[in-house]
C-alpha cells in the first residue's frame, strides 16, 4: 500500500459487513484462581447479598456491559461433575481440581451460577464435561436444569429450592479437547463422534438447543485446520457453532508485533471460516456454521508457565494479569477484529471476568475496581450494537518482525439504524506518532461529533492498581471536527479511540 501522510476510509449504509450479535459481548467465569471465590462469591464481605454474590462486583459487571457468560471452564470442566455443584451447600463435596492443581469446595454452583447471570442481567453458556465424561452426564445435566418437571432429575432441581427451569439454550460441547493439557484429550475423530453423539441426543430432548463444537485451541496447534475439518464432517448437521480461541502477549520486548495482534485474529477468523464453508461444500449444504470466540484475550502465559506448581489450596492467586494501557489498545484493536467479522462470529466471550486475566480486580474484604482493559470493552458493548459497516483503510504501514507489513490504522463503524447514530472505533499502532484520520461519509445522514474518547498514556506501562485504580482512564480527544461530509481527527500516539456521531 503506498505510504500517506494520513489514514484514510469510506463509509457507506449500502457496504455493510452484518449485524452484531450481542452475544460477541460474552465473558467468561471458570473454577480458576480467585474468579469465583472472593471475585463474584464472598459471603463475609460487607457488599455481599444474601446469596453471598458482592453487589459491587455485580454493578461492574452491569457497567462492563456482559451479554453472555460462559461457565464453570475452561480446563476445569473437563474433570467437573456437575452434580457435586447442586444442593445443600453443606453436603456438598471438596475435590481436587487437576487443571489448576487446586482444592474445589463446590459452595458456588449450577444455582449459584444462574442466580448470578440473572443478576447481572446476561445469558447463561454452560460448558460441557466431554473429557472425562460422555453423553449420559449431559443429559442429566440437560433435564436437570432445563426440563419443567415430572422426572426425577427436574424435581430433584425443584426439591433444591429452584423451581422454575434454568433456560440454559447455549451450550458447549467441551472445551480445547485438542490439547494434550486437557483431562481427556482426544483426537479429532474421536472427539467429533463423541460430539455428535452428544449433540444428537441432546436434540432429542429439545431440538432447539444452540450447540458450540470444539475447534482449535488457538492457530498454532499443530493440528489446526484439520481438526476442524474431521470434527465439523461428523457434526455439520448437529451444531451451530465451532470455538477459537486466542490469547496475546508482548515477548522479548517487541511492541510493535504485538499492537498488532488483530493481524492474527483476523487471520485465525478467516481461516476457520473457510474451513468451515469448505466442509460445508464437500457436504452440499446450504447451513453455515458460525463462530463462537469463547476465549480471547491478553494473557502473559509465558510467566504463568515459568510458575511454580500449586499445591492444591483453595482459590489461590492465580494469573491475575495487572494490565497496562498498551495491553488496553490491543485489547481494543481485538475487540475491532470481533467486529469486523460479526457476519460470523456471533458468539464472544472474554476470558476471564473477574481476577483471574480480567478486567474488574478485587481484593478479599475490600475493594473492587477497573483494570484498563475494562473500558474498551464497556464502551464497545455500549456503543458497538447495530450494523457494523465495511471500513477499507488506506493507511500508513510499518514492519512488524512477527506479522510483515501492517497498517498502523486499525478500525471499524457501527451504524445503529433506529438512531442513526454511527461510531467509529480506531486504534492507531504507532507507539511515537499521532495519526491523522479522514472518515469519508456517504449517505449517511449525520451532522455532528458526538465524542470522542482516547485511551492513551504518556506512560505506556502506566497501570490501574487497588493504590491508584484510576490512574488509566478514557479523556476527551482533541480537535475533532465534522464538516463537508467528512469526520477529521487525530488519533493520539498507541490509542484506543471511540468516535460517536450523530
Not at 44 to 56: C, K, S
Not at 414 to 438: I, K, M, S, Y
Amino acid at each position: 500500500m503506498p505510504q500517506t501522510a494520513s489514514a484514510r476510509f469510506t463509509l457507506d449504509p449500502a457496504f455493510a459487513v452484518g449485524d452484531v450479535n450481542p452475544r460477541l459481548f460474552g465473558s467468561f467465569v471458570e473454577h480458576l484462581g480467585r474468579c469465583v471465590y472472593t471475585g463474584i462469591h464472598e459471603p463475609d464481605h460487607p457488599a455481599a447479598d444474601d446469596a453471598g454474590l458482592r453487589t459491587d462486583v455485580l454493578a461492574l459487571i452491569r457497567e462492563l456491559g456482559v451479554t453472555v457468560i460462559r461457565y464453570p471452564g475452561g480446563n476445569f470442566v473437563s474433570g467437573y461433575k456437575w452434580e457435586d455443584g447442586v444442593g445443600p451447600v453443606e453436603e456438598r463435596p471438596r475435590r481436587l481440581d487437576l487443571a489448576w492443581r487446586s482444592t474445589e469446595t463446590n459452595r458456588f454452583g449450577l444455582s449459584e451460577y444462574i442466580d448470578f447471570v440473572r443478576k447481572v442481567g446476561g445469558e447463561p453458556m454452560m460448558a460441557l464435561n466431554l473429557g472425562t465424561r460422555g453423553v449420559a452426564e449431559a443429559l442429566e445435566l440437560q433435564e436437570y436444569a432445563n426440563h419443567p418437571s415430572g422426572t426425577a432429575l427436574a424435581d430433584l432441581r425443584i426439591g433444591h429450592g429452584d423451581k422454575d427451569p434454568y433456560g440454559i439454550r447455549l451450550w458447549c460441547l467441551g472445551n480445547e479437547m485438542d490439547g494434550p493439557w486437557q483431562t481427556g484429550h482426544k483426537t479429532a475423530e474421536e472427539y467429533g463422534r463423541l460430539a455428535a453423539e452428544t449433540a444428537r441426543a441432546m436434540r432429542q430432548i429439545d431440538p432447539d438447543v444452540e450447540l458450540v463444537a470444539c475447534g482449535s485451541s488457538h492457530q498454532a496447534m499443530p493440528t489446526f485446520a484439520a481438526w476442524e475439518a474431521t470434527v465439523l464432517r461428523e457434526t455439520y448437521d448437529l451444531v451451530d457453532h465451532i470455538s477459537l480461541h486466542a490469547y496475546y502477549e508482548e515477548r522479548d520486548g517487541d511492541r510493535d508485533s504485538f499492537l498488532a495482534s488483530a493481524v492474527d485474529m483476523e487471520s485465525f477468523i478467516e481461516n476457520v471460516v473457510a474451513t468451515c464453508d469448505h466442509i460445508g461444500a464437500r457436504l452440499k449444504s446450504r447451513k453455515k456454521i458460525n463462530l463462537s470466540f469463547d476465549e480471547w484475550n491478553v494473557w502473559y502465559q509465558t510467566h504463568y508457565q515459568n510458575a511454580e506448581p500449586l499445591n492444591w489450596e483453595e482459590a489461590p492467586r492465580l494469573l491475575e494479569d495487572n494490565y497496562s494501557v498498551t495491553d488496553a489498545v490491543v485489547f481494543g484493536s481485538l475487540l475491532i477484529a470481533l467486529l469486523r467479522h460479526a457476519d460470523r462470529v456471533t458468539v464472544a466471550c472474554l476470558a476471564q471476568l473477574v481476577n483471574v486475566i480480567a478486567p474488574i480486580m478485587t481484593e478479599p474484604g475490600g475493594p473492587a475496581w477497573r483494570q484498563t482493559t475494562f473500558y474498551p470493552f464497556a464502551q464497545a458493548s455500549a456503543h458497538g450494537r447495530g450494523r457494523v459497516l465495511q471500513v477499507n483503510v488506506d493507511s500508513p504501514t510499518h514492519e512488524t518482525a512477527t506479522y510483515g507489513e501492517v497498517p498502523l490504522l486499525h478500525a471499524t463503524a457501527v451504524l445503529d439504524e433506529p438512531t442513526g447514530e454511527v461510531t467509529v472505533f480506531a486504534v492507531n499502532r504507532d507507539q511515537h506518532r499521532p495519526l491523522p484520520l479522514e472518515v469519508v461519509l456517504h449517505a449517511l445522514p449525520v451532522t455532528r461529533v458526538v465524542e470522542h474518547t482516547v485511551l492513551a498514556d504518556a506512560d505506556p506501562e502506566a497501570r490501574n492498581t487497588l493504590a491508584e485504580p484510576e490512574r488509566v482512564t478514557p479523556h476527551p480527544g482533541e480537535g475533532t471536527a465534522l464538516a463537508d461530509g467528512a469526520l477529521r481527527a487525530t488519533l493520539e500516539p498507541m490509542s484506543w479511540n471511540v468516535i460517536r456521531l450523530a
